[in-house]
């Protein structure tokens, strides 16, 4: 049934992005997985052929998603069975012999911490946006038990301990918390002196707590009086985001944003070792305690022998950050998560390399469709990733060898691929220079790499003309580059990579192709700028509107070319979409997307529908918005768990795909 629904929604897409075709597809839902999904809709009848209106926007859904998110935590179950994964989207089990998928629970919301009974029965999430809380999951069902609190704090850690089965938490609020997970009854909360909790776990034996602030402190409470009995001070007062007792709770383990992973004997209060790595987010003991393992940013797993803190080796199969590491509890497997997308497995005594499991992800900042419907282009942290629309499973990973890619695109027939990135980042982690990459879709093989020039330290897009013959750069300006002449935008020939046109000194947030009127509409700080690519000639200014002097971040334009809508953020981190009529120039009216939850742009995308009836917008707590654009009035919501980056049409309108930076890719439509 699986496979037969993939190959479903292939030909859908496929006729969907075919120029030209009249045929009817189908619609239907497939899960990225054969497993529980509390929200998952499941396909049950004939697909039908619905294109998306204001008239059926409140039916659409999401049918399918691309990626499983971003490894937040790792952790066995009590008897080794099995393994849970905490990502931004959920929790996935996964069986310890076979390492087969057994179970997926979608949180709707980050997770960011999880923790088992010690029955292994039950499992525990903390969740951040959009709901702040802490979840008690049924492991058999995959059901939800219990919610404890109601719009908690931010909570960054919780543990559970094997003595009586009380729950911790503690997060952004300053306080510890305390839960019976049987009763679900609030049993207590002790102040942590008003600091931030990173990092909180409990003893073997139960009696005793440990939590490490941002503030570098770490406090060790004993439970039955709910005393305060030690304070440790990590090394470099920063922040400690990991915390965990040795099998016989002689030991303490720590780490955090400093690159140091430090032993304290807990009776004396006194380090024994601190050893140099990078920032580290997670640490496990052996069972047998004479090995420490520590997750590395730096896409290493370090593995200690204790108690003196010789480095006993050093794991470096991964690619990209390693977020957790946790030991089995016979202590003969080591599984480690990165933000590589992918779940490694070691012997746990000589570090040998036993398995891998991919199919998790990373930020994703950008989304591109193949005109054919087969092919989805993501990029990010890790690079350029290329989907197969079919299977749901990345087929490709394009190593461009630089940092990051902030933009991806397809030529117009779909021949050539591009990216735009960064290519040479500072210590502080800021672009210092940007590069080009164009390569064959269908071979992948690479046709140019465009180094994009002096002053390119703020990749913003790439985008092919619509005749396909030229593709175009945009790199932002920096603050500190307001005084230089910064050559923002640049026109460059497919076939020879030849240099064509420089369009320089802008402000550079956003750029899209007006086809009707065979122009580049730029969005900078305060203004919107038309373009003749080509010749390099600006066509108009404008400058007027009730919000554009504070912020443009995003753009799109209607089919027809004559209305432009524009994405901005006011001066209280409210997101504003502003509607101009583009024969008049002029500002037609304003909508608001709402307040962001953080101090960051809330409109990050917008398009239009192929038709023109509806507007999607993507923002920056994790919505994505319908409008009319006849009332412009809101007709649905839909959601992911972080920043959506991206939101896109199929050619007939019959889906709409988004990315977010919690690591998926999901489309959307109207279930049969």
């Known amino acids: 049934m699986k496979r037969l629904t993939f190959h479903i929604i292939f030909a859908i897409l496929l006729v969907a992005c075919t120029p030209g075709s009249k045929s009817p597809r189908s619609n239907t839902e497939f899960s990225p997985t054969p497993t529980f999904s509390p929200t998952a809709p499941i396909p049950t009848a004939t697909p039908r052929s619905l294109v998306i209106s204001p008239a059926n926007a409140s039916d659409v859904s999401e049918l399918a998603r691309l990626g499983k998110g971003i490894i937040k935590q790792i952790l066995w179950s009590p008897d080794g069975k099995n393994i849970a994964v905490a990502t931004s989207i959920g929790v996935y089990f996964y069986d310890a012999s076979s390492y087969s998928e057994i179970l997926y629970i979608d949180t709707g919301s980050q997770v960011t911490s999880i923790a088992y009974s010690p029955d292994g029965k039950m499992l525990a999430t903390s969740n951040d946006y959009p709901a702040k809380n802490i979840k008690l999951w049924d492991i058999a069902s995959g059901k939800l038990i219990r919610t404890l609190g109601a719009d908690l704090p931010l909570i960054n850690s919780i543990a559970i301990n094997k003595k009586d089965s009380i729950l911790a938490a503690g997060g952004a609020g300053g306080k510890i918390s305390f839960w019976n997970i049987q009763t679900g009854e609030s049993i207590e909360v002790m102040d942590a002196d008003g600091r931030r909790i990173e990092s909180i776990t409990f003893n073997n034996s139960g009696d005793m707590l440990a939590s490490g602030g941002r503030d570098g402190i770490i406090q060790l409470w004993n439970l039955g009086k709910g005393e305060l009995i030690k304070t440790l001070v990590a090394p470099g007062e920063f922040a400690v985001m990991a915390l965990t007792f040795s099998p016989t709770n002689t030991y303490l383990a720590s780490s955090g944003n400093d690159g140091k992973v430090t032993l304290w004997d807990i009776d004396k209060g006194k380090i024994l070792f601190s050893g140099q790595s990078d920032r580290t987010t997670s640490l496990s003991f052996s069972p047998d305690g004479a090995m420490l393992a520590s997750a590395n940013d730096d896409s290493k797993v370090r593995v200690w022998n204790i108690p003196n803190g010789k480095l006993a080796y050093t794991l470096t199969d991964h690619t990209n950050a390693v977020t957790a590491v946790s030991y089995s509890p016979d202590g003969k497997t080591l599984v480690s998560g990165s933000e590589d997308g992918t779940l490694r ?52 990973r394009i190593n461009i060898g630089t940092d990051w890619q902030e933009s991806v695109s397809f030529s117009p027939n779909g021949e050539y691929s591009a990216s735009l990135g960064c290519a040479e980042v500072d210590n502080f982690g800021y672009c210092q220079r940007s590069n080009a990459l164009i390569w064959d879709s269908r071979s992948f093989a690479t046709i140019q790499t465009i180094d994009v020039g002096e002053n390119s330290t703020d990749p913003v897009k790439v985008l092919f003309s619509p005749d396909g013959k030229f593709f175009i750069t945009a790199d932002g300006r920096t603050e500190t580059q307001a005084t230089k002449e910064t ?6 020939d497919i076939k020879t990579g030849e240099l064509i046109t420089v369009i320089g000194n802008l402000f550079v947030s956003d750029i899209i192709f007006n086809t009707v009127r065979d122009e580049l509409i730029v969005g900078g700080l305060d203004q919107i700028i038309g373009i003749d690519f080509i010749a390099g000639r600006q066509n108009y200014t404008i400058t007027a509107g009730k919000f554009l002097q504070l912020s443009v971040d995003y753009l799109a334009i209607s089919p027809d070319g004559e209305t432009l809508v524009v994405g901005e953020m006011t001066g209280n981190a409210e997101g504003v979409i502003s509607i101009w009529d583009m024969s008049t120039k002029a500002e037609k009216q304003t909508i608001s997307h709402g307040k962001a939850r953080a101090a960051i742009p809330q409109i990050d995308s917008l398009v239009f529908s192929p038709n ?61």
């Open 345 to 396: 497995f070691w012997d746990g005594k000589s570090g040998k390399h036993l398995q891998t499991l991919d199919g998790f992800s990373n930020y994703i900042l950008d989304i591109a469709l193949n005109f054919n419907g087969k092919t989805i282009l993501s990029s990010g942290w890790q690079g350029v990733d290329v989907w197969d629309v079919e299977t749901l499973q990345v087929i490709k």
């Open 487 to 492: 050559k923002n935008i640049k026109v460059w």
């Open 612 to 672: 023109g009836l509806l507007l999607a917008s993507g923002a920056s707590d994790g919505t994505i918005y319908l409008w009319d654009t006849y009332s412009w009035k809101r007709v649905a919501v839909l959601r992911h768990t972080d920043i959506v980056s991206k939101v896109i049409f199929s050619d007939d309108g019959k889906f709409l795909i988004s990315s977010s930076f919690d690591g998926t890719i999901r489309i959307w439509g109207i279930q049969p």
